[in-house]
């Protein structure tokens, strides 16, 4: 037999880097080597499901400051979202994370200003988040498919999957996403040790990954309205199935002239927005 | 036969030994004595949730395969919207969550995962986002 | 071959070392960052890509114009870039390397890099420029390598080599191409949703590769025995022209478009880089634009072209601009106004600086001990032309 010594040691090394994964693979996986039966893997009996969630914002009923700051906080605690500040107590706009904020007309709706609208609309507290859309750029862009769309219509997040590279970040035309620039268990108002108060049924998050408003799938799940839709005033968030006929906020879109973010850039936003009439004016 | 740049060669060679062997000798004389788990008190609570003492698996299998189920645990909850799992074992249905499930029973992260992670040197990145129980004075002693 | 790179004289030595330790620095700063997390750089949720992003995309560049030597060379049988085009190669190499460092460095979540590799997301663009920055950086190995491996045993290169050789073209506009695609494909960044920004970034990476690599030339004829030739430089330095010709008209169509139209989103933009910014990008924009200019007047007269000392200086102008133009303002331009038309500044930090640094020292290492080796095996084979 005529085999080169090269060859031979070619051969050796791959059949025995083989045969050991083979043994690594065999101990560390003799149960399951797919996974569980899908069937064993059931969703919630009680949870509340949609063809298509869509959220509509009743600026009517959003009477005064105090009630956007309900919603935004309880959001934020729900999640564990870290609230960093200045040494002067201001917000941190170089650390900052938000799920959803307030914003004025001409900051929500750029463009559709102008310098003759009512001061009380111009200065309206518009609740902005993630608009969940129907064809979503920062699913687009994701590289890992750590952002990804649900049956439901919901923009979802995996925290885990993210890798930080923020194209998402670039990709969004609504702002909604906020990266975790340093360990958000930094900011005093998760610290236990410094009076913070955690959800301890949510996780936080890691530095370094992208996190914005997942419409409270996990309350969802368990039969619960999203927080901020829990904290609003009465009927100033509305959520519900925008695919059936007879849910609250279809009746109300076919009737009422609603309007969203940025539609022109085909992105089908799912947040719609009820300025209200002349009651105001 | 002459083995060429010799003096090199060898001094290679023992750097790349003491390096390649720095595990070992680095840990002589260290304790290296096995966990002594104790499991109490989650039988406990596992009793209090669902009536008996019972894990989401055999106890033989979670503890070997745990990390593989919480991987698929995680992917169904967060990426298929399925909350529920049936056990294998027993058919009762769990609610697919570190935090909200295992960390109920298992309520001591030092005694459930810390003793035998630190033990084997594993570090898994679990707690860099989910909340760890709150540690009771007994799980301490 | 490797070997020529550890032996050198005392000055080359100390070159190395001057960079190791430039690199070390940066490191340790990098290991604060991965610590501390992003949080030590500049940017924030408004303007979330930076200093690293900015120099990934100009480093594209330059590793894409080795194409500028490889196609007159090998398509158009231009015999006088024998000698420089493995230059071009060994160029693309360093310059591909630094691109994936500078993509390191921005990354949320290093450890989980593989993710893109066991989640493959077609939809994605940063996907496929992963996949073809490992495929040029690939590409450019082997054929550098087998190429100049050929020439020390005085043979001509390989047959099999041939494609991979002609492969390399497109696949040199395909990065930049795709790295463009990262800008221009995205809803509401107006300053960066223009059709011509994948030729906007080929005709600056046209330019500002071949002037590195004109000066890189000069530096080599200076240092060693290894001597390019009159005359490829001079072609160098035509292409040079012809590319930035084009980069500044494509360059001026963007101001057309965006001040002619008057539609304000497409001109907040240009507002904020070239006059309103309160950070010193006002002046940088300005000294880029004037670097454009006098560069490409002088490149245009033969007189000042073919005088070696005056090439130089516009070629420095030239990549001084392109790098302030495409690795800086480029992306702050996308990212200011935000998307609630608000001006949220950005500036790189010290420690974002120095990592920056310290990732152009270690692309400069490369580059120096690659062209070390290069140059040796051409000393060895001085004089000998050999025909690819």
């Known amino acids: 037999m005529s085999m080169k010594r090269r060859d031979f040691l070619k051969i050796a090394g791959i059949s025995s880097i083989l045969s050991v994964g083979a043994k690594i693979a065999e101990a560390t996986h003799p149960a399951w080597v797919t996974g569980p039966d899908p069937k064993q893997l059931v969703p ?3 949870a ?27 959001c934020h605690r729900a999640h564990n979202v870290p609230d960093f500040r200045t040494p002067d107590g201001k917000v941190d706009k170089k650390l900052e994370v938000k799920w959803i904020w307030q914003a004025g007309f001409e900051r929500a709706f750029p463009g559709q200003d102008n310098k003759y609208m009512s001061e009380h609309l111009k200065d309206m507290p ?24 649900l049956k439901n219509g919901i923009t979802m997040q995996d925290m885990h999957r993210c890798i930080g590279c ?24 998760l610290d236990v040790k410094r009076g ?49 006929q007879n849910s609250e906020i279809r009746k109300i879109i076919t009737t009422r002239y609603t309007i969203r973010r940025k539609p022109d850039l085909g992105t089908g936003p799912a947040i719609y927005y009820l300025i209200g009439g002349s009651d105001h004016a | 036969m002459r083995l060429y740049n010799g003096g090199l060669i060898i001094t290679g060679i023992v750097v790349f030994l003491a390096l390649a062997t720095f595990p070992f000798y680095y840990n002589i004389g260290k304790a290296n004595a096995k966990p002594d788990i104790k499991l109490e008190p989650a039988i406990k609570m596992s009793e209090e949730r669902y009536g008996k003492k019972q894990c989401v698996e055999p106890k033989e299998w979670i503890r070997r395969e745990h990390m593989v189920l919480l991987n698929h645990w995680r992917d169904a ?21 570190l935090q909200n499930e295992c960390m109920q029973c298992h309520s001591s992260k030092k005694n459930f995962c810390d003793q035998c992670h630190n033990y084997m040197a594993v570090k898994p990145f679990c707690w860099d986002c989910h909340i760890a129980p709150t540690e009771k004075e007994e799980a301490r002693s | 071959m490797l070997e020529k790179a550890l032996e050198g004289s005392k000055k080359y030595w100390a070159w190395l070392i001057l960079l190791s330790a430039l690199a070390s620095v940066g490191f340790y700063f990098y290991l604060q960052q991965y610590a501390y997390g992003l949080g030590l750089t500049g940017m924030h949720r408004d303007v979330s890509w930076g200093l690293y992003i900015g120099q990934f ?102 047959t099999w080599i041939k494609p991979f050789i002609y492969l390399s073209i497109p696949w040199a506009i395909s990065i930049h191409t795709v790295t463009a695609f990262l800008y221009a494909g995205l809803p509401g960044r107006h300053f960066w949703l223009t059709a011509i920004m994948a030729a906007r970034f080929l005709a600056s990476a046209f330019a500002g590769g071949p002037a590195l690599l004109l000066m890189l030339a000069l530096i080599v004829r200076k240092l060693t025995k290894f001597d390019p030739g009159k005359e490829p430089i001079q072609a160098l330095a035509k292409i040079v022209t012809y590319a930035m010709f084009a980069n500044v008209f494509f360059l001026a169509l963007e101001f057309f478009t965006a001040f002619y139209s008057q539609i304000p989103g497409h001109m907040h933009a240009f507002d904020h880089l070239y006059a309103h910014s309160a950070t010193p990008l006002v002046p940088m924009m ?30 420095i102008m030239l990549f001084t601009s392109l790098w302030i133009d495409k690795g800086f303002g480029l992306v702050i331009g996308g990212f200011v106004p935000n998307p609630f038309d608000e001006v949220h500044e950005y500036w790189p930090t010290l420690p974002e600086g120095i990592i920056t640094v310290g990732i152009w020292a270690i692309g400069f290492l490369v580059l120096t001990m690659l062209y070390k080796v290069a140059i040796s095996v051409r000393e060895q084979t001085a004089g000998v032309e050999i025909d690819h």
């Not at chain 1, 988040?129 to 979503?136: E, G, I, K």
């Not at chain 3, 590799?117 to 940063?126: D, K, R, T």
Request: glycine share 6%.
């Open chain 2, 77 to 97: 909850v967060v990426r298929d919207e399925n909350r529920g799992y049936l056990s294998t074992d027993t058919g009762t249905r769990f609610n697919m969550s």
């Open chain 3, 57 to 158: 995309t100009f480093l594209v560049g330059v590793a894409a114009s080795a194409v500028m030597l490889v196609i007159p060379y090998y398509l158009h049988d231009f015999k006088k870039f024998g000698k420089i085009v493995i230059l071009g190669e060994f160029l693309a190499i360093a310059a591909v390397l630094m691109c994936m460092l500078f993509i390191m460095a921005d990354m949320g979540q290093p450890g989980r890099f593989m993710n893109i590799m066991l989640h493959p997301s077609p939809q994605s663009v940063m996907f496929w420029d992963f996949l073809v920055l490992a495929g040029y950086l690939a590409l450019n190995a082997v054929i550098g390598w087998v190429t100049l491996g050929a020439d020390r045993k005085g043979m001509p290169p390989p």
């Open chain 3, 286 to 315: 300005w000294v880029s634009t004037a670097f454009a200019l006098i560069s490409l007047g002088m490149l245009f007269f033969p007189a000042i072209r073919k005088n070696e000392t005056t090439l130089v200086m516009a070629c």
């Open chain 1, 48 to 74: 509340l499901s949609a063809k298509r969630w869509a959220m509509i914002v009743d600026m009517t009923k959003f009477k005064t400051e105090a009630d956007t700051l309900k919603v935004i906080d309880a």
């Open chain 1, 166 to 189: 923020r194209f998402c970040m670039a990709g969004c035309p609504y702002g909604a996403r906020s990266f975790n620039w340093v360990d958000p268990r930094k900011a005093a108002n």
């Open chain 1, 44 to 46: 919630n009996k009680q």
């Open chain 1, 126 to 149: 518009f609740m902005v988040l993630c608009n969940h859309c129907d064809n979503p750029p920062c699913v687009r862009v994701c590289p890992t498919q750590a952002t990804y769309k």
């Open chain 1, 196 to 244: 913070g108060k955690l959800n301890n049924e949510y996780p936080q998050r890691t530095k370094g990954v992208v996190e914005k408003c997942t419409f409270c799938t996990e309350r969802l799940q368990i039969g619960k309205m999203p927080a901020c839709v829990e904290a609003a005033p009465k009927g100033a968030l509305l959520f519900g199935d925008l695919e059936d």
